[in-house]
């Protein structure tokens, strides 16, 4: 049971590192040349060969929650890590919500922006609203990892598991 409660951790660990790098290279890389453009920049997006990130972030956000939801059950007797797991997991639920509520019709406006009536100005300051504010999601995406770090070092070298 130790070994799965270790691998489980360490697979959560693995998918969220995933995340966190892919928020970074989004943000550096692809987000700063998109934004600022908009809606010139559609065409990163259309086309036969537009950029489909949703290919990357649709299957990696349920394997993390099952991940994380496996780690969670194996690891439920081991009270402090138990409060980092549970911590992250609920910190997850309540980012992806916001991520489906504000950040993915954004995302699916900016993609149609070419075919708007609104001026360029406006799509360039509605992207770095969304940008900015993306860049506090990923704030508490880090602090989820840091959790997930912490839970790792709890009751490691403990003999007994606390059942509670």
């Not at 995340?19 to 600022?36: E, N, Q, R, T």
Request: aromatic share 14%; glycine share 4%; charged share 15%.
């Amino acid at each position: 049971m130790k070994k799965a409660r270790e691998i489980s951790l360490l697979a959560s660990i693995t998918f969220w590192a995933t995340i966190i790098g892919a928020i970074m290279y989004s943000h550096v890389v692809f987000l700063s040349a998109y934004l600022p453009n908009l809606p010139a920049s559609t065409s990163l997006l259309s086309g036969p060969y537009g950029i489909h990130d949703e290919n990357f972030w649709i299957p990696i956000h349920p394997l993390c929650i099952i991940a994380l939801v496996i780690t969670l059950v194996l690891n439920w007797n081991l009270l402090p890590r138990r409060k980092y797991i549970l911590a992250t997991l609920i910190l997850y639920i309540i980012v992806l919500v916001i991520t489906f509520i504000y950040f993915v019709p954004e995302l699916q406006a900016f993609a149609s922006s070419h075919q708007s009536n609104l001026p360029a100005a406006q799509w360039i300051e509605r992207g770095t609203r969304w940008e900015k504010l993306s860049w506090i999601r990923g704030f508490f995406m880090y602090c989820g990892f840091v959790l997930l770090l912490m839970a790792l070092v709890k009751n490691r070298f403990q003999r007994k598991d606390i059942r509670l």
